[in-house]
């Protein structure tokens, strides 16, 4: 990144002006936010296999079936640690390599506080129930999805558009957040059994944030 020099006594509109272009350059220049999605659709793609083979399934002879999702706590909580961690380091190498600061740290931390929240809170609902009903009530479906990974991988990155003052990424939030916990429901599925009931959605999830992380970089490619 260069500046331009600029006369002391030049009009102070213009130099107000000069400033807040100089500002705006270097906030366009510490986003780095196509890194961010990209590295939080490759978590969420890789999960699937540890949910799949981590799944617990229990039918009983009435023909009702209970499941635990056990893969989700051995895989999600050192997966989003590393992604967090990864998503730092790409921060602060690209802002670096531009001459600029990152505002990073704060997203990683909460990251990983949230990480920290979901697992403790998945921990003590496997406690209090051994195995899942296949039924809970809506409003407790909607906590699950938001303390869920993918959950907090949105409250997350509402806390990145603000470190960054980024409209779009806090558009593209809202949207992802709306997904998560409105699932898209077009019959996918239905008929593939308990097991893969999570998949559709997950992958929906996965392609959302992978869609985003294409368009920022595109975006990011026009601006230079």
Sequence with gaps: MTTDSVPAGGDPRRLL?????????????????????????????????????????????????????????????????????????????????RGVGARVLPYAITGVALTVLFTAAWVAAALYFPSHPTRFPEPVLVLDRLIAPWGAIGVALLVLARLERNLALLAFTVGYLAVVLVPIDLGWGDDWGIRTAFLPQQVINGTVLLLGAVGFAVARRRQR
């Design 17 to 97: 002006s000069d400033v807040r272009t100089l500002a705006h350059r270097v906030r366009l220049d510490q986003r780095v936010t196509w890194v961010a999605l990209l590295v939080l659709a490759a978590v969420t793609f890789l999960g699937i296999p540890f949910d799949w083979y981590g799944m617990k399934v229990h039918c009983l002879p009435d023909g009702g079936c209970e499941f635990a999702r056990r893969g989700v706590l051995f895989y999600w909580p050192p997966a989003l640690l590393l992604a967090y961690a990864a998503i730092a380091v790409c921060y602060v190498r690209a802002t670096r390599a």
